[in-house]
């Protein structure tokens, strides 16, 4: 075996890795937001309509992951997408009227869709590296006589 194949496996390998913790991460911040909006709900109580909103992050990268078609370099734009549509989210939350009664209050809405802002981001990094590594395998690859 030569060098450069086994040099295409490291790389196919890292790919692998980088993957499955991207989709690790996507899934944690998909779970999370549900599990909490379900048992106490983000803002107020979990029948507090406004929390339908973060069911649709949910949806939205859903529905991204299905048009990327789970590939790394769609994945990695898909998440970064969905932690756009977050932040856009936390931020209509936070000024909107009704968060001013919530004990959380539009700071506590902000902190909290911050970190699912990270998530997506991390999910987003992660996915973005295994699509460089496997681009760096496939050129490995073509290399070989």
């Known amino acids: 075996m030569s060098s450069t ?3 295409a496996r490291m790389w196919g390998k890292s790919a692998r890795i980088a993957y499955r913790l991207g989709v690790g991460a996507a899934l944690a911040a998909s779970i999370l937001q549900v599990w909490m909006n379900l048992a106490v709900g ?3 109580s979990n029948d507090n309509p406004v929390n339908q909103g973060f069911f649709g992050v949910v949806a939205t990268a859903a529905a991204c992951a299905f048009v990327a078609q789970l590939r790394p370099d ?3 734009r898909a998440m970064f997408a969905v932690a756009g549509v977050q932040l856009l989210l936390a931020i209509a939350v ?3 009227p009704s968060t001013a009664s919530d004990p959380m209050g539009a700071t506590g809405v902000l902190k909290l869709s911050g970190f699912f802002v990270l998530l997506w981001l991390i999910a987003a990094a992660l996915f973005h590296r295994s699509a460089r590594s496997e681009a ?3 050129d490995l690859l073509r290399e070989l006589p």
């Open 42 to 44: 983000i803002v107020g």
């Open 74 to 76: 769609g994945m990695a």
């Open 94 to 96: 936070a000024t909107a």
């Open 136 to 138: 760096a395998s496939a």
């Open 5 to 7: 194949t086994g040099d």
